[in-house]
């Protein structure tokens, strides 16, 4: 069975530190997605990216970027020069080859002026 | 574009009562549907997910149900709420074709059963 975690349950930044969210999974298949979710204080989730395990390139949004190592199954996120409006909890997810979403606990992230 | 809604936005009920969620998505046909439930300060568990018409998966047993009268509809329900189903509901739609689509979340309910 799938399963995702996110060892970090809080992290406090001051405004413009980068900081890095920590996102371990466990699969047996060999086809699977993974995903980034922000969830502001509104608690509306966010959809922020989908990788597929057969793409390991790191990709870059912005002051956002994401670090997808199959050898330590891990998909990390990286926020730079981070802002106050970056302040949300961020769920990381993971989906084997069908619709079934499995998701971490989370992180929160607060970002201090 | 696609927007999903779901009301209503808060809601309080005495333990004991009935519930009735609704979940409506625009812009799309066919989409798998999804009702998560968020206790406060935890992740997100998957309630129930639908692939079309009348086409229910429970994934935890509990005292809630779900269904789907019509292609864009998801309604999650229960004939009488516990103390233990406070907590955040939302609702995702993500695309019926292939594996490992993304879901896309409506704003969610605040449920708090007294």
């Known amino acids: 069975a799938q399963k995702v975690t996110q060892a970090q349950t809080e992290i406090s930044v001051v405004e413009k530190e980068d900081v890095t969210l920590d996102c371990v999974y466990e699969?047996?298949?060999?086809?699977?997605?993974l995903f980034w979710y922000k969830q502001p204080p509104s608690g509306e989730l966010v959809f922020l990216i989908r990788r597929n395990s057969f793409d390991e390139q790191n990709e870059i949004s912005g002051r956002y970027s994401w670090n997808f190592q199959k050898s330590t199954s891990s998909f990390n996120f990286t926020i730079t020069a981070s802002q106050v409006v970056d302040s949300a909890v961020y769920f990381c997810?993971?989906?084997?080859?069908?619709?079934?979403?499995?998701f971490g606990a989370g992180t929160r992230l607060t970002v201090k002026p | 574009s696609q927007t999903i809604h779901q009301w209503p936005a808060t809601l309080v009920q005495p333990v004991g009562s009935p519930l009735s969620l609704e979940c409506t998505v625009e812009g799309t046909s066919n989409p798998n549907l999804y009702w998560y439930r968020q206790a406060a300060g935890r992740g997100l568990q998957l309630l129930f997910y639908?692939?079309?018409?009348?086409?229910i998966s429970s994934e935890v047993p509990q005292n809630l149900s779900a269904s789907r009268p019509q292609d864009r509809q998801f309604i999650l329900s229960s004939k009488k709420l516990l103390l233990s189903d406070s907590g955040f509901y939302l609702c995702a739609w993500s695309v019926l074709a292939g594996g490992g689509n993304e879901q896309f979340f409506g704003p969610g309910t605040r449920l708090t059963v007294l």
């Open positions: 639908s692939v079309g018409i009348g086409q």
């Open positions: 699969t047996r298949d060999t086809t699977y997605y």
């Open positions: 997810a993971l989906s084997e080859d069908n619709d079934d979403m499995r």
